[in-house]
Every structure is written in structure tokens, then in C-alpha cells.
């Protein structure tokens, strides 16, 4: 059974920081390119970041610089590092795992950035 939990969410001053987690179960991790998205209310999912299994990553031109994305292969765990953030980061952030075949999703965390 293909799971993926995030954590890490939560309110935040702007300027502040978090790290979310995403604890997949259920495939084989290391082979899956990982990603963060996010959807902010009346606006589409949008992808925030993605790291690939090798270890390629992305990043939306938005968050570059404040976001950081990292993966712990032994741990099957992605993780996001947000600094900096600002009122416009706030949405709820989705973790993705996509391999060609199979795409997988969590169920969401909100992040709320507000002073």
C-alpha cells in the first residue's frame, strides 16, 4: 500500500521558516523523482520543487533561493526546507513521487504565513 505523510506544517511569521517532511511507504523510493507542490486557495496546484532520483533538482522561480528540497533515500523521506517566507507562500503543500506509470500523492499539509 503506496503511502506518502507529510508533517511540518503550521503557521509561521513572514520572514520565518519551516521543514516539511513527506514519509513515503509502499514503493521503492530511491527510483522516483520527488517533488513538492502547492495550492493556495482559488488558485491551481502549482509545483514548488522537484528532485529527481539522482538528485537533480528544481525549483519554481518564486521560491529559488529560499526553498530548499533534499531527499534521504534510506530513510524514504523527502524533505523541504522554506526560509524566508512570505504571505504568498501560504497554500496547502502536496509531496509527489512520479515514476512514468505510477504518480502518487499525499494527502496535504497546510503552511499559513501570517503575521
Known amino acids: 500500500q503506496v503511502q506518502l505523510v507529510e508533517s511540518g506544517g503550521g503557521l509561521v511569521q513572514p520572514g520565518g521558516s519551516l521543514r516539511l517532511s513527506c514519509a513515503a511507504s509502499g514503493f521503492t523510493f530511491s527510483r522516483y523523482r520527488m517533488g513538492w507542490y502547492r495550492q493556495a486557495p482559488g488558485k491551481e496546484r502549482e509545483l514548488v520543487t522537484s528532485?529527481?532520483?539522482?538528485?537533480?533538482?528544481r525549483y519554481a522561480d518564486s521560491v529559488k533561493g529560499r526553498f530548499t528540497i533534499s531527499r534521504d533515500n534510506a530513510k524514504n523521506t523527502v524533505y523541504l526546507q522554506m526560509n524566508s517566507l512570505k504571505p504568498e507562500d501560504t497554500a496547502v503543500y502536496y509531496c509527489n513521487a512520479f515514476l512514468t506509470g505510477a504518480d502518487y500523492w499525499g494527502q496535504g499539509t497546510q503552511v499559513t504565513v501570517s503575521s
Open positions: 528532485i529527481s532520483a539522482g538528485g537533480i533538482t
